[in-house]
C-alpha cells in the first residue's frame, strides 16, 4: 500500500506518492497563474485549481497503479477561503493573501494587538482571511449569503474529494478567528468580527481521519474506494514534517512561491516580543509543538524574472526546470552588483509593507541578466537575514535549517543562502516536503505510523549539508550593510508612488 500526499500551492498543485519507506513512487505537478482582475488583487479560480489537482492526482495515481492508496492527505497555503455550497458547488474566486481587498477594514476591527495575540497568536494583518472575509460580506453579499462554508485550501481540497468540511489547527489559525488555547474557533473573535460561525468548518488536529473518498471521485481518479482521508495542515508545517522538523531547534527554509524560515519551538514565546518582530504563533502539525514564519517573496520573483527576461526561452523549454537552471547558471559567482530591495508584492515579517514596490539599484549598460538574478535572490535573502538575526529577543533558537521546496533544488541558490547566513543548511534526500509531509500525515491518520516521529524515521532520508564559503559571507557582510540603508532612504518616495499609482 502507498500513501498520498497533495500540495496546493499559489503558483501549481502535486500529488506525490510515496512507499512507506519514503520511496517515490510517482509524481504529477501542474502549473496555473494568479488571476490579477485589478491593480493590487490576486485570486485564484478554484476551479481551475480543482481541476488541475485532480488532473495532477489522476497522473500520479496511473504512474504507480500496481501499488493503492491506502491514505491521502492534503498540504496547502494559508489564509486564502473558497466559497462552497453543502453541495460543493464553488461560488467565487478565492482571494490570495497579498490581495489588497480588505485593507480597509483593519481600522474598523478595533482589535488590540496584545489582546489578539493572547487569542490567535498572531496580530491583525491584511493578509489573514479576516479582512477578505469582510470584504466578501461588504461587496459580495450575494456570495457570502449563499456560502454555506469558507474552506481554506486544504479543506476544500479534501472536502471535494469527499471528506466533512473539516479544517486542522494551523490552517485555522491563519484566518484571525481561531482560539490558540481552546483549539477551535474563538466566539468571541467571530462576535467582535461579525462572522457566522456557521461559514467555517469543524476543527480538528492534523493526522486525524475525516473520512474516505467519495466512490465517483474515487473511480474517476484512479483511487480505491477505501481510501481513507486525513486532516492536513498547512504547507509550512507539512513542510517541517516532510524534512524532519519536527522538535525544537530544528527550522525549515522553505524555497516556494515563498521563502519562508519556520522555526520549531515547544513553548509560546513572549507576546510583546513576538509582536514587535511581527511574528505569529501557530500549532505545529505535530502536537505539542509550535512554529512561527518569517517569510518574503521568493520562487515568485524567479518566475517574475522568468516571464519578463525570458519569455521566448519558457516556451521552448521543454520543462519549467529547464529554464530555471539555465537562468541560474548566468549569475556570476560573486555577490551581484545589483542591489534588489524586494518589495514586489506585500512583504512579510516585520512590517508586513504593503506600499511600496521592487526596487533595482545598480543597473548599468554592461549589467547581464544574470546579475539582475543574482540581486533579486540576494535582496529576498538580505531581507530573511534582518528578521532572522532579530529573533534571539524571542527565546526562539534555531540550532539546524533544513532547505526544501522548489527552489532547494539549485544546489547555486542554497549556497548563496548560505553565504549571506552565515548559516550551514541540509538538503533532505526529498525537497518535495510539502507532499512528503503529507504523505506522512496520512500515514499517521491511516495509523500506518504509530506517531509523526515513526513515519519521519521511516520517510525522510538526511541528504545533502551545504557549509557557507568564508570569503563570501564576508564579501555579503559589507552589501548587507548596504541593503539596509535602502528602504529608509526611499520609504517615503515609494510610499508616495504607491499612493499615486
Not at 490579477?36 to 497522473?59: F, M, N, Y
Not at 457566522?196 to 486525524?208: E, M, Q, V, Y
Not at 522568468?306 to 556570476?332: C, N, V
Not at 512590517?351 to 549589467?367: H, I, P
Request: charged letters at 20%; aromatic letters at 8%; one cysteine or more.
Amino acid at each position: 500500500m502507498s500513501l498520498l500526499g497533495i500540495d496546493i500551492g499559489t503558483t501549481g498543485c502535486k500529488a506525490a506518492l510515496f512507499s512507506e519507506q519514503g520511496r517515490l513512487l510517482a509524481a504529477a505537478y501542474r502549473e496555473y497563474d494568479v488571476r490579477r482582475p485589478e491593480p493590487g488583487w490576486a485570486e485564484l479560480d478554484a476551479l481551475e485549481v480543482w481541476a488541475k489537482a485532480q488532473t495532477s492526482i489522476r497522473e500520479a495515481i496511473a504512474g504507480s497503479s500496481s501499488d493503492p492508496v491506502e491514505a491521502l492527505s492534503v498540504s496547502s497555503l494559508g489564509e486564502a477561503m473558497v466559497p462552497v455550497t453543502n453541495q460543493r458547488q464553488v461560488l467565487s474566486s478565492s482571494l490570495l493573501n497579498f490581495d489588497v481587498r480588505g485593507e480597509e477594514y483593519l481600522a474598523s476591527l478595533n482589535l488590540d494587538s496584545e489582546w489578539l495575540y493572547r487569542i490567535n497568536g498572531n496580530t491583525l494583518g491584511n493578509h489573514f482571511s479576516l479582512p477578505k472575509l469582510k470584504w466578501v460580506q461588504q461587496h459580495q453579499r450575494e456570495t457570502y449569503d449563499r456560502a454555506d462554508k469558507f474552506l481554506l485550501w486544504g479543506s476544500f481540497v479534501s472536502h471535494m474529494l469527499g471528506a466533512e468540511p473539516v479544517v486542522d489547527y494551523s490552517l485555522a489559525n491563519r484566518t484571525l478567528l481561531f482560539d490558540l488555547a481552546s483549539m477551535t474557533w474563538s466566539e468571541e473573535l467571530l462576535g467582535l468580527a461579525g462572522i457566522d460561525r456557521s461559514k467555517l468548518p469543524n476543527t480538528a488536529p492534523s493526522g486525524t481521519a475525516i473520512g474516505t473518498v467519495s466512490r465517483d471521485v474515487a473511480d474517476s481518479l484512479g483511487l480505491p474506494h477505501t481510501t481513507v482521508l486525513v486532516n492536513g495542515a498547512h504547507d509550512q508545517c507539512a513542510n517541517a514534517v516532510g524534512c524532519g522538523v519536527i522538535r525544537e531547534g530544528r527550522a525549515v527554509y522553505g524555497m516556494g512561491t515563498f521563502i519562508c524560515i519556520t522555526p520549531v519551538f515547544g513553548r509560546l514565546p513572549p507576546a510583546t516580543a513576538m509582536i514587535a518582530l511581527g511574528l505569529n504563533t501557530e500549532h505545529h502539525a505535530v502536537p505539542g509543538l509550535y512554529v512561527t514564519f518569517i517569510f518574503n517573496q521568493g520562487g515568485s520573483l524567479l518566475k517574475w524574472f522568468r516571464d519578463t527576461f525570458a519569455a521566448a526561452e519558457y516556451r521552448r523549454a521543454q520543462a519549467a526546470d529547464d529554464i530555471f537552471g539555465q537562468l541560474i547558471s548566468e549569475m556570476p559567482e560573486r555577490p551581484s552588483t545589483i542591489m534588489a530591495l524586494p518589495h514586489w508584492a506585500p512583504t512579510g515579517p516585520p512590517e508586513f509593507v504593503s506600499n511600496s514596490s521592487g526596487v533595482l539599484a545598480g543597473l548599468r549598460l554592461e549589467t547581464s541578466r544574470g546579475d539582475i538574478l543574482k540581486g533579486i535572490l540576494e535582496g529576498t535573502t538580505f531581507y530573511l537575514r534582518e528578521c532572522l538575526d532579530a529573533l534571539p529577543e524571542t527565546g526562539i533558537e534555531i540550532a539546524e535549517f533544513r532547505a526544501v521546496g522548489g527552489g532547494s533544488r539549485s544546489n547555486a541558490w542554497i549556497q548563496l543562502t548560505a553565504d549571506i547566513m552565515g548559516r550551514s543548511f541540509l538538503r533532505p534526500q526529498i525537497t518535495e516536503a510539502g507532499a512528503l509531509g503529507a504523505a506522512i500525515i496520512a500515514g499517521v491518520g491511516c495509523r500506518r505510523f504509530a506517531s509523526f516521529e515513526e513515519g519521519v524515521a521511516a520517510m525522510v532520508k538526511p541528504g545533502r549539508t551545504f557549509e557557507p564559503d568564508t570569503r563570501q559571507h564576508e564579501l555579503y557582510q559589507a552589501r548587507f550593510a548596504q541593503y539596509r540603508e535602502l528602504w529608509p532612504l526611499m520609504r517615503k518616495y515609494l510610499q508616495a508612488l504607491a499612493q499615486d499609482a
